[in-house]
């Protein structure tokens, strides 16, 4: 009988300290994995708050590239605008010029 006394006691001893060995393995990987998740979470935000960063940049950019273009259109139509005063002032020079030869050669034939 002591034989058996001694082998249940071994034998929930061995369990026991199996199982307290096990408990404190697994409570070692549950402490690992969670500073993982908190490390991957702060991650997460830092990558979230840059990504945000650059998404208003972007939108400033954009903003400032439709200002540009607003800007060489309006460029654009004062451009056309003064061609368009240039070719008309060419024009009014042209005949101002042929006034000026009509009349000097009215007056060469006076004198």
Not at 61 to 82: C, H, P, Q, Y
Request: net charge positive.
């Amino acid at each position: 009988m002591i034989f058996f006394e001694w082998l249940y006691v071994t034998i929930a001893l061995l369990i026991v300290g199996f199982l307290f060995f096990k408990s404190f393995y697994y409570k070692n990987l549950m402490e690992k994995e969670h500073k993982n998740n908190q490390i991957l979470k702060e991650t997460l935000k830092e990558a979230e708050i840059f990504i945000r960063k650059y998404q208003l940049q972007l939108q400033r950019s954009l903003g400032n590239t439709d200002i540009l273009n607003e800007e060489m259109s309006r460029l654009k139509n004062d451009v056309k605008a003064f061609k368009a005063r240039n070719a008309q002032y060419r024009i009014e020079n042209e005949r101002i010029r042929y006034k000026i030869k009509d009349l000097e050669s009215k007056i060469e034939a006076l004198l």
